[in-house]
């Protein structure tokens, strides 16, 4: 019933920027939460940044300063923007949302999008 969608990953250079999109389908009655994990190989997944629908974030620390989440949504949208890209932030990125649909409420994952920074 919901399905979230993400684009914008790929092959950077160190210092480079990319940005990140992740739209959500399906009958949604409201998006509580959204956010961005990631997870890179050998390692558990992590929490990159998190956006509420009333507009607070909060950030790993690795990433406070470099990278910026953002959401619309009228469009039920999230974004993150990447800049001052390192090789440790090489991994796939999973976008997570809490929806509400009806009476039920649950959170649901993207497919991932792989974001590979070369040194």
């Known amino acids: 019933q919901v399905q979230l969608v993400e684009s914008g990953g790929g092959l950077v250079q160190a210092g480079g920027s990319l940005r990140l999109s992740c739209a959500a389908s399906?009958?949604?009655?409201?998006?509580?939460?959204m956010g961005w994990y990631r997870q890179a190989p050998g390692k558990q997944r992590e929490l990159v940044a998190r956006i509420t629908s009333g507009g607070s974030t909060n950030y790993a620390d690795s990433v406070k300063g470099r990278f910026t989440i953002s959401s619309d949504n009228a469009k039920n949208t999230v974004y993150l923007e990447m800049n001052s890209l390192k090789p440790e932030d090489t991994a796939v990125y999973y976008c997570n949302m809490d929806i509400e649909i009806g009476l039920r409420r649950a959170w649901y994952w993207g497919q991932g999008t792989q974001v590979t920074v070369s040194s």
């Open positions: 399906g009958s949604i009655f409201s998006i509580n939460v």
